[in-house]
């Protein structure tokens, strides 16, 4: 199974910026999907972006125009670049990778450890 694995996270002003990383260990070619989610405190988990293998993505509202989702696959690793970051934006950053191995079978999700981003006057 593949093991995904955040970094990149931290602490940052209102404003800043900051570029996540999630590396796979093997190839991300393999999932249909991926994404990042958060958490903050109290709340549940949330999708931020959202990109498929085709290139397609999504995202919440509360971050269009503010957050970019990429994936390079030969590089095996997942991106999320974080601009004019907003207190609210602190949370565990999680990535994740969905596939469906066969036609009949159900999806699968593997997911990372998270990074925490902390965004503090």
């Known amino acids: 199974q593949v093991q995904l694995m955040e970094s990149g996270g931290g602490l940052v002003r209102p404003g800043g910026s900051l570029r996540l990383s999630c590396e796979a260990s093997?190839?991300?070619?393999?999932?249909?999907?991926m994404g990042w989610y958060r958490q903050a405190p109290g709340k549940q988990r949330e999708l931020v972006a959202g990109?498929?293998?085709?290139?397609?993505?999504n995202y919440a509202d509360s971050v269009k125009g503010r957050f970019t989702v990429s994936r390079d696959n030969f590089k095996n690793t997942l991106f999320l670049q974080m601009n004019v970051l907003k207190l609210e934006d602190t949370a565990v950053y999680y990535c994740?990778?969905?596939?469906?191995?066969?036609?009949?079978?159900?999806?699968?999700?593997?997911w990372g450890q998270g990074t925490q981003v902390t965004v503090s006057p």
């Open positions: 994740k990778g969905r596939r469906k191995p066969c036609i009949e079978c159900s999806f699968i999700d593997s």
């Open positions: 093997g190839r991300i070619s393999r999932f249909d999907d």
């Open positions: 990109i498929t293998s085709g290139g397609s993505t």
